[in-house]
């Protein structure tokens, strides 16, 4: 069965970097675009970033955009997330998702059929 497995995260300082990274298994991974989710207490989930299938295509929401970096590797079926710069508003529990959409990313929650049980980032100030 398709599995999502996050790792990284934890404790850090405002202005710190972190990694995430998503073990990816069950599935053609290298054909499928991904992306990061987050969500903190009280809000909806939101999206943070994707990816296409060959690492060609990226794209982030605003709020990160400059400071984080989403990358994968094919060849070990995983995705990661270059946090850079945090601030204490990313807080939150990370998720990542695979993409339903052959090739493509999305930033569109409804185009992602898996998901991983997600991992916390918080950030002190």
């Known amino acids: 069965q398709v599995q999502l497995v996050e790792s990284g995260g934890g404790l850090v300082q405002a202005g710190d970097s972190s990694r995430l990274s998503c073990a990816a298994s069950g599935y053609t991974f290298s054909s499928y675009g991904m992306g990061w989710f987050r969500q903190a207490p009280g809000k909806e989930r939101e999206f943070v970033s994707t990816?296409?299938?060959?690492?060609?295509?990226?794209y982030y929401s605003d709020s990160v955009k400059g400071r984080f970096t989403i990358s994968r590797d094919n060849d070990k079926n995983a995705v990661y997330l270059q946090m850079n710069s945090l601030k204490p508003e990313d807080t939150a529990v990370y998720y990542c998702a695979a993409s339903r959409l052959r090739f493509g990313g999305s930033m569109m929650r409804s185009d992602y059929h898996y998901w991983g049980q997600g991992t916390q980032v918080t950030v002190s100030s």
């Open positions: 990816i296409n299938w060959s690492g060609g295509y990226t």
